[in-house]
C-alpha cells in the first residue's frame, strides 16, 4: 500500500524558513515523480514543485521559484520542501503526492508576523 505522510510545517515569521519532510511508505520516492502541492485557506489545490523519477530534474511554480527547494534522500525514502523567504501568501496546507495520484494528509505552514 502507497502511504505518504508531511510533516514539518508551523508558524513563522515573514522572511523566514521551514522545511517539510514528506516520508514514503510501500514505494520508493525515486519510482515515481514527485510532486508538492499546497491549499491555502479557501483555496483550490495549487501545484508547488516536481522532481522527475529519472533524471531529478526540477519544476517550480512562479510564484516560489528561487525560494523553495525540492529534493530527495533515497536512503531514507523521504521527499522534502525547503521554503525560504517565506510571505504571508505562502500560507497554506503543504502535501505531497506521485504522479500516479498518491497523496497524504497535509502540514499547515502559516506564515505570520
Known amino acids: 500500500e502507497v502511504q505518504l505522510q508531511a510533516s514539518g510545517g508551523g508558524s513563522v515569521q515573514p522572511g523566514g524558513s521551514l522545511r517539510l519532510s514528506c516520508v514514503a511508505d510501500?514505494?520508493?520516492?525515486?519510482?515515481?515523480?514527485m510532486r508538492w502541492f499546497r491549499q491555502a485557506p479557501g483555496q483550490g489545490p495549487e501545484w508547488v514543485s516536481t522532481?522527475?523519477?529519472?533524471?531529478?530534474?526540477?519544476y517550480y511554480a512562479d510564484s516560489v521559484k528561487g525560494r523553495f527547494t525540492i529534493s530527495r534522500d533515497n536512503a531514507k525514502n523521504t521527499l522534502y520542501l525547503q521554503m525560504g523567504s517565506l510571505k504571508p501568501e505562502d500560507t497554506a496546507v503543504y502535501y505531497c503526492?506521485?504522479?500516479?495520484?498518491?497523496r497524504g494528509p497535509g502540514t499547515l505552514v502559516t506564515v505570520s508576523s
Open positions: 510501500g514505494f520508493t520516492v525515486d519510482s515515481f515523480d
Open positions: 503526492a506521485t504522479d500516479e495520484g498518491h
Open positions: 522532481l522527475t523519477r529519472s533524471t531529478g530534474r526540477t
